[in-house]
C-alpha cells in the first residue's frame, strides 16, 4: 500500500473534509478524491460517507486510522526533521492567538527565536474561528482560550488568567469596598460598567464566580477589544473585570485600583492547541516548548 495514501487518508480524517485535507497537504481536491477512491479500491471497502459539507468516516475508516495513525505520524516527523536539518523553521509557522494574550505575552516570548530564522504569521480573533482553522490546517498552533473538542486537534493547559475587579480611582472613591466585600454586587447596580461584549463575558463569570449571581442591567460602553476596555477604565468610564496580565502595570502604578481581594480569583484556562503529530515538525516543537517554558514565569 501507498504510504502517500495513508497520509491523504489521515489527512481527510482527520479534518472531515477533503477539501480542508487537500489545502492542508497542498494538493487539488480532485487529486485527494481520486487517491481515496484509489484506497478504498485496494482494500475493497468504503472509507467514507459524502455528506452536504465534508466526508464522515465509516467504521472501517475508524480502524484503520487507529492502526495507522501513530506509525504515519512517526514517518512524517523523520521526514520534516530530514528537510530541515540546518534549521527547525524551514517554512513559516502560522500562529493563532486572542489579540491581548498573543500581543503582550506571546510574541515577546517569541521574539528570541526570530533571530534564530522563525518566520511568524500571525491570525488575531475568537477561539472558536482559530480551532476550526487549525483543523483545516489553516494553523500550525493555536492558543485557544477554551479547552478544544475536536478529535482532529492535541491540546495541553498552557497558562491561566487571573480575571480582577478594576476601576480608576476616581470610581474607587465612590465605592464602598467594605460593603462590597459583605454585600456584594448589589452595591455596583449604579455603577457604569465596561465590557468587551454585549452579553459581557468576563464580568459575568465574576459575577458569577464571586458574587454567586448575573450583573443586572446592560453595560455602559462595549467596545471588543481589552486593550480598549482598559484604556477606558484607566479614563474613568467605569468598572470593568480584566484579566491581571493586561492591567498589572495600572495597578502597580496606580492609574487603576483593585476594588476586591478574594481568595479563589476567578480563573480561566488557555491551551495550546496543534493537530495530532505535527507537534513532532521540529518548528512547531520548538515554539510551542519555548511558549510552555515562558508561560512558567508569567
Known amino acids: 500500500m501507498d504510504l502517500s495514501l495513508l497520509r491523504i487518508f489521515l489527512a481527510a480524517y482527520r479534518s472531515g473534509s477533503l477539501t480542508a485535507a487537500a489545502r492542508q497537504l497542498g494538493l487539488s481536491q480532485p487529486t485527494v478524491t481520486a487517491q481515496i477512491r484509489t484506497l478504498e479500491e485496494q482494500l475493497g471497502l468504503q472509507l467514507f460517507r459524502r455528506l452536504p459539507r465534508g466526508v464522515a468516516p465509516t467504521s472501517?475508516?475508524?480502524?484503520?486510522?487507529?492502526?495507522?495513525?501513530?506509525?504515519?505520524?512517526?514517518?512524517?516527523?523523520?521526514?520534516e526533521r530530514g528537510l530541515s536539518r540546518q534549521t527547525p523553521f524551514s517554512r513559516p509557522l502560522h500562529l493563532g492567538g486572542p489579540a491581548e494574550l498573543t500581543g503582550t505575552r506571546v510574541l515577546p516570548a517569541l521574539a528570541p527565536l526570530v533571530e534564530q530564522g522563525l518566520r511568524l504569521r500571525i491570525t488575531l480573533g475568537?477561539?472558536?474561528?482559530?480551532?476550526?482553522?487549525?483543523?483545516?490546517?489553516?494553523?500550525?498552533?493555536?492558543?485557544?482560550?477554551?479547552?478544544?473538542?475536536?478529535?482532529?486537534?492535541?491540546?495541553?493547559?498552557?497558562?491561566?488568567?487571573?480575571?480582577?475587579?478594576v476601576a480608576a480611582p476616581s470610581w474607587a472613591e465612590?465605592?464602598?469596598?467594605?460593603?462590597?466585600?459583605?454585600?456584594?454586587?448589589?452595591?455596583?447596580?449604579?455603577?457604569?460598567?465596561?465590557?468587551?461584549?454585549?452579553?459581557?463575558?468576563?464580568?459575568?463569570?465574576?459575577?458569577?464566580?464571586?458574587?454567586?449571581?448575573?450583573?443586572?442591567?446592560?453595560?455602559?460602553?462595549?467596545v471588543p477589544d481589552l486593550r480598549a476596555v482598559l484604556a477606558a477604565a484607566v479614563a474613568g468610564a467605569g468598572v470593568t473585570v480584566l484579566p491581571t496580565y493586561l492591567c498589572a502595570a495600572e495597578l502597580a502604578s496606580g492609574h487603576l485600583v483593585r476594588l476586591l481581594d478574594v481568595e479563589v480569583p476567578p480563573l480561566n484556562t488557555l491551551f495550546l492547541a496543534v493537530r495530532p503529530g505535527s507537534e513532532e515538525n521540529s518548528g512547531v516543537g520548538v515554539v510551542r516548548s519555548r511558549l510552555l517554558m515562558q508561560a512558567r514565569l508569567w
Do not use: K
Request: net charge negative.
Open 60 to 79: 472501517v475508516a475508524d480502524e484503520l486510522a487507529v492502526e495507522t495513525a501513530p506509525h504515519v505520524d512517526a514517518l512524517n516527523a523523520i521526514a
Open 126 to 165: 475568537l477561539a472558536e474561528d482559530l480551532l476550526a482553522g487549525l483543523s483545516e490546517g489553516r494553523f500550525d498552533l493555536v492558543v485557544s482560550t477554551v479547552r478544544p473538542r475536536d478529535r482532529n486537534i492535541t491540546a495541553v493547559p498552557f497558562t491561566d488568567e487571573e480575571f480582577v475587579l
Open 174 to 222: 465612590r465605592v464602598d469596598t467594605a460593603r462590597l466585600a459583605q454585600e456584594g454586587a448589589a452595591c455596583l447596580r449604579n455603577v457604569p460598567l465596561i465590557s468587551y461584549a454585549e452579553d459581557m463575558p468576563l464580568i459575568r463569570r465574576y459575577w458569577r464566580t464571586v458574587f454567586h449571581t448575573r450583573p443586572a442591567g446592560s453595560p455602559a460602553v462595549v
